[in-house]
T-cell receptor
Framework: QQQVKQSPQSLIVQKGGISIINCAYENTAFDYFPWYQQFPGKGPALLIAIRPDVSEKKEGRFTISFNKSAKQFSLHIMDSQPGDSATYFCAASKDQGGKLIFGQGTELSVKP | DGGITQSPKYLFRKEGQNVTLSCEQN?????MYWYRQDPGQGLRLIYY???????QKGDIAEGYSVSREKKESFPLTVTSAQKNPTAFYLC?????????????FGPGTRLLVL
């Protein structure tokens, strides 16, 4: 059973535009929601993460928006750059140290 | 230079053969993980270990085995029972600092079947 659904599967954005990737989860016990960034042929790296006690978290050009009632969270990349071209994964876990459940991934391409 | 190393980068398996993927970390993390990555399917958990000499099955453990004899090492064996082993395999370790948990991933091993 797919517990974290991510969309879109792929996204093309012009340089300077806003990239938005969405995730929805089913398990209301999830309490940690990270986003990972993966470049081709490399392992993923943590980009930004949020816990449900806040509705938004911003780090530089990257923002997570969290809607607990809708069981959705999204990643916004402001002023998207070609160097942001990568695959992005949302994830969720419950209890500290719990297993991460990953979304299917979004392949982002930022055109110059 | 701290991090996670995986070897080899590419691995070829013949029919009926068991192969072992290496994962080593010098981050002093207790928890380690193995994931399988296939196009369009995200990362799926194969096995994980919270502490030395202990490990648990993940979501797709059939056809795989692991050991955790040392804190630094978490090798994954792909057995002949795994009928579709072609994939990108990622090892990770976990760090917890206050409210933030970070999984640090290695560079991956791409397994191909001859």
């Amino acid at each position: 059973q797919q517990q974290v659904k991510q969309s879109p599967q792929s996204l093309i954005v012009q340089k300077g535009g806003i990239s938005i990737i969405n995730c929805a989860y089913e398990n209301t016990a999830f309490d940690y929601f990270p986003w990972y960034q993966q470049f081709p042929g490399k392992g993923p790296a943590l980009l930004i993460a949020i816990r449900p006690d806040v509705s938004e978290k911003k780090e530089g050009r990257f923002t997570i928006s969290f809607n607990k009632s809708a069981k959705q969270f999204s990643l916004h990349i402001m002023d998207s750059q070609p160097g942001d071209s990568a695959t992005y994964f949302c994830a969720a876990s419950k209890d500290q140290g719990g297993k991460l459940i990953f979304g299917q991934g979004t392949e982002l391409s930022v055109k110059p | 230079d701290g991090g996670i190393t995986q070897s080899p980068k590419y691995l070829f398996r013949k029919e009926g053969q068991n192969v072992t993927l290496s994962c080593e970390q010098n981050l002093n993390h207790d928890a380690m993980y193995w994931y399988r990555q296939d196009p369009g399917q995200g990362l799926r958990l194969i096995y994980y270990s919270q502490i030395v000499n202990d490990f648990q099955k993940g979501d797709i453990a059939e056809g795989y085995s692991v050991s955790r004899e040392k804190k630094e090492s978490f090798p994954l064996t792909v057995t002949s029972a795994q009928k579709n082993p072609t994939a990108f395999y990622l090892c990770a370790s976990r760090e917890t600092r206050g409210p933030q948990e970070t999984q640090y991933f290695g560079p991956g091993t791409r397994l191909l079947v001859l």
